[in-house]
C-alpha cells in the first residue's frame, strides 16, 4: 500500500490535493507519449546506426584492399611524397539539432574532386585508394552522428521512462491514498457530528418532556 503525504485531514487539503492529482494524471499522460515517441525514434536511428556500420566496414575492407595495392605498386616513400601538400578532400559542416527536445550534432560531409596529382610515377590505384578512403571518411562523420544521436536519445528515453514510472507507481497513489484517507476521516468527522446533534437532540425532547 502506498504511503500517504503527511497533510491534515482538511476540506481545503482535499481539493488541494485533487487538483494536484489531476495535474499529475495530466503530466503522466503526456510524459508517457513523449517515451513511445522517444522509444520509437531509438528503433529508427538504432536501424539507420546498424545499416551505416554495415557500410563502413565494408567500406573500410575496400579501401584498404587499394591502399595494400597502391602501397605495394608506389611504396611507402612514394605514398608519403605524393601526399605532400594535398588539401582536405571533403567537407563537413557541424550543425546543432532537436528531436524531442533531444539535442544533438547534425553532421554533414560530402567528397570534393580529387586534387590532381603531378608526379609522374603515381600509380591510377593511388586515385582509387584516395577516393576510397574520403568515401570511408564521409561515412564515419554520418555514423559519427547516427551514433551520439541514438546515445542521446536513447538517454533521454531511459529518463522519460523513470520519470513516468515514479508517478505511476510511486507520486500519485501516494496522493490518491492520502486522498482516500482525508475523505474517510471527514466521513467519519461528519458521522460523529450527525451523531451527537442526534443524541443532542433526544436529549432536550427528553428535558422538553419531564
Do not use: C
Not at 544521436?149 to 497513489?173: F, S
Amino acid at each position: 500500500m502506498a504511503k500517504r503525504l503527511k497533510i491534515p485531514p482538511t476540506k481545503s487539503a482535499l481539493l488541494g490535493l485533487k487538483r494536484h492529482v489531476t495535474f499529475l494524471v495530466q503530466g503522466h499522460d503526456l510524459l508517457e507519449r513523449k517515451r513511445e515517441l522517444l522509444t520509437r525514434l531509438v528503433y529508427e536511428r538504432l536501424a539507420q546506426y546498424r545499416k551505416l556500420r554495415r557500410e563502413v566496414r565494408t567500406a573500410f575492407e575496400e579501401a584498404y584492399h587499394w591502399l595494400g595495392v597502391t602501397h605495394m605498386r608506389m611504396g611507402s616513400r612514394m605514398l608519403a611524397q605524393a601526399a605532400l601538400g594535398l588539401k582536405p578532400a571533403m567537407t563537413i559542416n557541424i550543425l546543432p539539432r532537436s528531436s524531442i527536445g533531444v539535442e544533438y550534432p547534425a553532421v554533414s560531409a560530402e567528397p570534393l574532386p580529387l586534387q590532381a596529382v603531378g608526379l609522374l610515377w603515381t600509380d591510377p590505384s593511388f586515385d582509387e585508394s584516395r577516393a576510397r578512403l574520403v568515401h570511408v571518411a564521409v561515412l564515419l562523420a554520418r555514423l559519427g552522428e547516427a551514433e551520439t544521436a541514438l546515445w542521446r536519445l536513447l538517454a533521454e528515453q531511459r529518463k522519460t521512462q523513470k520519470r513516468v514510472n515514479a508517478l505511476k507507481y510511486n507520486i500519485i497513489p501516494r496522493y490518491v491514498a492520502t486522498i482516500r484517507f482525508i475523505e474517510s476521516a471527514l466521513e467519519e468527522e461528519e458521522r460523529n457530528t450527525l451523531f451527537q446533534i442526534k443524541v443532542l437532540r433526544e436529549s432536550q425532547a427528553a428535558d422538553g418532556g419531564g
